[in-house]
T-cell receptor
Framework: NAGVTQTPKFQVLKTGQSMTLQCAQDMNHEYMSWYRQDPGMGLRLIHYSVGAGITDQGEVPNGYNVSRSTTEDFPLRLLSAAPSQTSVYFC?????????????FGSGTRLTVV | SQQGEEDPQALSIQEGENATMNCSYKTSINNLQWYRQNSGRGLVHLILIRSNEREKHSGRLRVTLDTSKKSSSLLITASRAADTASYFCATDAGQAGTALIFGKGTTLSVSS
């Protein structure tokens, strides 16, 4: 049981390039979300999804696109990378069952835009 | 903007001492969670307290919640060097369980 898998772990992009950060979960969790963490800061919510085909914006959505075609995958797309998008990106999956719910986080993707 | 604001931003203590960190939030909540992050690593869930609870314990951790003041505190008793990490509070972004809003965190350093 792998949990939440993020690829790649490290990436260097040039300004203006595009790329997709991959996130996959094998726990059949209904919900998935993306966060970015800048140095000395907490995580900030970028986008999230409450199910296949349903996504919504978080705190800092500009410059990022998401889609959710399957329960397992929730890729994050950078359309035209900017140095301000240099950050560590975390993906999470979560579930809600009755009064209980839980989150599982991936190990992160460290992105540098030069 | 981030929901929670932790206080202090940084805390340095000796092994065996207690560490207390506080979190304030802005909107009404269903519950509040605390996470730990070791340097350069992912997040580890520590404890969740529901809005109708005032105090919760888990091992050396004690969390309190005051919804009237929109604040929570995390107490780590008898700290160990292995407790050195950043600690974040988090609340639901919307529907419970879908996504989280994090505070900026408290960096705890425990020296032996």
């Amino acid at each position: 049981n792998a949990g939440v898998t993020q690829t790649p772990k490290f990436q260097v992009l040039k300004t203006g390039q595009s790329m997709t950060l991959q996130c996959a979960q094998d726990m059949n969790h209904e919900y998935m979300s993306w966060y970015r963490q800048d140095p000395g800061m907490g995580l900030r919510l970028i986008h999230y999804s409450v199910g296949a085909g349903i996504t919504d914006q978080g705190e800092v959505p500009n410059g990022y696109n998401v889609s959710r075609s399957t329960t397992e995958d929730f890729p994050l797309r950078l359309l035209s990378a900017a140095p301000s998008q240099t950050s560590v990106y975390f993906c999470a999956s979560s579930y809600l069952q009755g009064l209980g719910y839980g989150y599982t986080f991936g190990s992160g993707t460290r992105l540098t835009v030069v | 903007s981030q929901q929670g604001e932790e206080d202090p931003q940084a805390l340095s203590i000796q092994e065996g001492e207690n560490a207390t960190m506080n979190c304030s939030y802005k909107t009404s909540i269903n519950n509040l969670q605390w996470y730990r992050q070791n340097s350069g690593r992912g997040l580890v869930h520590l404890i969740l307290i529901r809005s109708n609870e005032r105090e919760k314990h888990s091992g050396r951790l004690r969390v309190t919640l005051d919804t009237s003041k929109k604040s929570s505190s995390l107490l780590i008793t008898a700290s160990r060097a292995a407790d050195t990490a950043s600690y974040f509070c988090a609340t639901d972004a919307g529907q419970a369980g879908t996504a989280l809003i994090f505070g900026k965190g408290t960096t705890l350093s425990v020296s032996s």
